[in-house]
């Protein structure tokens, strides 16, 4: 008779999902099990859900044998992918969309916000060494330093990665418990610490959101990945998000369009989608070489009460509207989110009845590059040559 506890099964509730830029394409910065901050920060994200699997194809041999029988099969290439879960908020997330855009531009004065645009001129990405000042206080991201066994980066221990204008940066690695420390390792033995999953060469394929009127500000990031490894370590130290910066909310949010605020925007949403490339495999290795970037689309839907014919005759007529959406959480300009979006033009569709209810207009758009974009901005000289979307964030929080 087996007298033994059953084992504690593994709890989402107690995930940590940390993520920290990579200088190289799959190239682990520092050794991860490192819990000094000087490597290279990690920051950590709150998620409500994640669906990051490693899929590992197969090759099955089609030999023909009197048995009718499959007699060999080996491994084929990985495809680590999946979304990452979120509501809204300025701490952590703007790493994040960061990699889904390009650039990250410093604050300089108090009260400034950071700006994140596609990158244009200098083509130097917005690595760990950039600091940035928020509030009288300034924050700088750690040095990044390879792995001490890496042996194919020389050139690029440590210091500033220069990219080309108008790429994203070069990866970013996820640190991932999924309540390890309930779990098997791969030997069947009982981990010291945490079973971590880590995800190397990420990169974001897309970053949706919606914001509903009455609801949080929820969306997700799409991974793509080089490949997947498990590590038995203690958590190691990471910048962690202050409990009393809440989520943004619908409850927090304007909508501006064409200059106009005095509409009743019932909902907005957005997909920014980079249509990176998921092929890009080379012999000698299963893992995926790159992820080179496609064309940057930028789509989705404005909900607004029907009123007027203003927007409908702007879909008629193909005429552009500038976009802003601000989220201000205390409505004193001291933590805020800005999405600008300088250049769009409306897909349609024409005001419906559906009914005895109020009429809802939406209005299908799509975000185009606009070369005189910069006037949007608060640092104009951040966008000589302009840009098709930019984030502005205002937080008094290290964790951005």
């Not at 001129?121 to 206080?137: E, I």
């Not at 509207?321 to 933590?335: C, P």
Request: aromatic share 10%.
């Amino acid at each position: 008779m087996n007298c033994g506890c059953t084992k504690r099964v593994a709890s989402g509730s107690r995930t940590i999902l940390l993520m920290r830029e990579e200088r190289c394409y799959g190239i682990a910065n520092a050794k991860v099990s490192d819990e000094t901050v000087n490597l290279g920060d990690w920051k950590r994200m709150e998620l409500t859900s994640e669906s990051l699997l490693n899929e590992i194809g197969t090759l099955t041999s089609a030999a023909l044998n009197p048995e009718r029988a499959v007699r060999r099969r080996k491994p084929g290439t990985h495809n680590p992918a999946g979304d990452i879960n979120y509501e809204l908020a300025n701490n952590g997330y703007g790493w994040m969309i960061t990699q889904a855009i390009g650039k990250q531009l410093g604050a300089g004065t108090t009260g400034d916000p950071y700006t994140i645009i596609p990158v244009d001129c200098n083509g130097v990405a917005s690595d760990a060494t950039a600091g940035y000042q928020q509030n009288s206080a300034l924050y700088v991201d750690s040095e990044i330093t390879y792995k001490a066994e890496c042996s194919d980066c020389a050139g690029y221990e440590s210091g500033y990665y220069e990219i080309q204008p108008y790429s994203l940066e070069p990866a970013f690695s996820l640190l991932l418990s999924r309540d390890g420390g309930t779990i098997k390792d791969e030997n069947g033995a009982d981990p010291t610490n945490h079973l971590w999953f880590q995800y190397l060469g990420c990169k974001v394929q897309s970053w949706s959101l919606s914001a509903p009127a009455t609801e949080w500000v929820t969306g997700a990031f799409s991974i793509m990945a080089r490949q997947e490894e498990n590590l038995d370590m203690a958590v190691p130290t990471y910048r962690n998000r202050p409990s009393n910066v809440d989520p943004l909310s619908g409850f927090d949010g304007t909508v501006t369009i064409a200059g106009e605020t005095d509409y009743c925007v019932l909902s907005f949403d957005m997909t920014v989608n980079n249509n990176i490339g998921t092929d890009q495999f080379c012999m000698g290795s299963r893992y995926r070489s790159s992820g080179p970037e496609g064309q940057r689309t930028i789509e989705g839907t404005i909900a607004i009460e029907f009123t007027d014919l203003v927007n409908y005759s702007k879909y008629v007529a193909g005429t552009s509207v500038a976009v802003t959406v601000l989220f201000d959480l205390f409505g004193d300009g001291t933590e805020t989110l800005k999405i600008i979006l300088p250049n769009v033009e409306y897909n349609g569709e024409t005001p419906q009845a559906g009914g005895q209810e109020a009429i809802t207009q939406n209005l299908p758009y799509q975000a185009l590059w606009s070369d005189s974009a910069s006037s949007y901005l608060t640092q104009p000289s951040y966008a000589p040559n302009g840009f098709d979307i930019a984030v502005e964030i205002v937080t008094a929080s290290a964790l951005v």
